[in-house]
């Protein structure tokens, strides 16, 4: 298990960290997420298809002011994680199915066996 507020945090609600921006990173090479010419971060087709895969309905993420997906600067790493209800629902379902743990009530993730392997099979580089 590793352990630094700088490798995974949570920021908000959503995955921080090395591991967050990595996972942003990878997510974009596997086009699920683009970059639109605003600079807002935009769902694609393939994203909708791939997070469903994963157990996130994007239909059901519910209406409110807060935007879908959109690119959050991480703080320690200097480059962009998902934030917005999608990068909620990731890290909700990330804790859910035991990839991270929190580390009492800190923002502080623990990334697990599990999570590290399930990482590494999407080809996430975090290491």
């Not at 609600?13 to 699920?32: N, S, T």
């Not at 935009?42 to 895969?53: A, D, N, Q, V």
């Not at 998902?82 to 990330?94: N, P, S, T, V």
């Amino acid at each position: 298990m590793i352990r630094s507020l700088h490798f995974a945090r949570s920021c908000y609600l959503h995955l921080a960290g090395k591991v967050g921006v990595a996972l942003c990173r990878r997510l974009i090479e596997l086009r699920w997420v683009t970059q639109g010419v605003d600079g807002n971060a935009r769902l694609t087709e393939e994203g909708k298809k791939g997070l469903s895969t994963m157990g996130i309905d994007i239909e059901h993420l519910g209406k409110g002011k807060k935007p879908l997906l959109r690119f959050c600067l991480d703080g320690s790493e200097k480059k962009p994680h998902l934030a917005g209800k999608i990068g909620d629902r990731l890290l909700e379902c990330f804790l859910e199915e035991g990839w991270f743990k929190r580390e009492g009530s800190s923002r502080k993730l623990i990334l697990t066996k599990v999570g590290e392997e399930k990482l590494r099979g999407m080809g996430v580089q975090i290491m």
